[in-house]
């Protein structure tokens, strides 16, 4: 079997073009079966822990919606959110297995994305995503997500904070560890 790779490619301010392929744990199963849970159908099991998503106390920057090495942003967000940097995990735990994210939201209160993910929340009994034109990411999973009727793109404010509550299911995702499943935990 082979072994499966991150592949990244850095383009710098420059014109210098970089490029690194790094080993990744192999996935257990499909990425994409979690985007089949309904949390209405209760004889559903998870395969996976289900993750906490917490929500940031302050909106990040407009520059979420590109991928960018400067991860300052959402290493602040995930601070804030007593969570560690991505990369900077307990030995010999993948980001996979440390089932915590922090949601990030634009100036306007509306929802974007999560630290390391995509986003797409259960609502009228099916997944919605926040658009792109809140400032996510067009991620290569998501949009495989849309084509295939798996999630679909709210409303321009349909997902601002006040629209969230406790214990929400949210699906999270990206084209590294597919998709997972999480509850929103709101703090006081």
């Not at 850095?10 to 080993?23: E, M, N």
């Not at 991860?71 to 990369?87: F, I, T």
Request: with cysteine.
């Amino acid at each position: 079997m082979r072994q499966p790779l991150k592949i990244r490619v850095i383009l710098s301010p420059s014109g210098d073009l970089t490029a690194s392929a790094v080993p990744i744990p192999p996935l257990r199963y499909d990425p994409t079966l979690p985007s089949l849970f309904s949390p209405d159908v209760i004889s559903q099991v998870p395969l996976e822990p289900i993750w906490t998503i917490h929500i940031d106390t302050q909106p990040t920057s407009g520059t979420t919606s590109m991928k960018t090495t400067d991860r300052q942003p959402y290493d602040d967000a995930r601070a804030r959110a007593g969570m560690p940097p991505v990369g900077v995990l307990p030995h010999g735990v993948d980001a996979p297995d440390c089932p915590d994210d922090v949601i990030l939201y634009n100036t306007s209160g509306a929802v974007t994305e999560t630290s390391i993910c995509n986003i797409a929340f259960y609502r009228r009994g099916k997944w919605i995503t926040p658009p792109l034109s809140v400032g996510c990411i067009s991620g290569v999973l998501r949009q495989w997500l849309l084509e295939n009727d798996r999630i679909y793109e709210a409303e321009e404010n349909e997902f601002l904070l006040n629209t969230i509550s406790d214990n929400d299911w949210v699906l999270v995702f990206n084209g590294v560890i597919g998709c997972r499943l999480g509850r929103v935990r709101i703090h006081d």
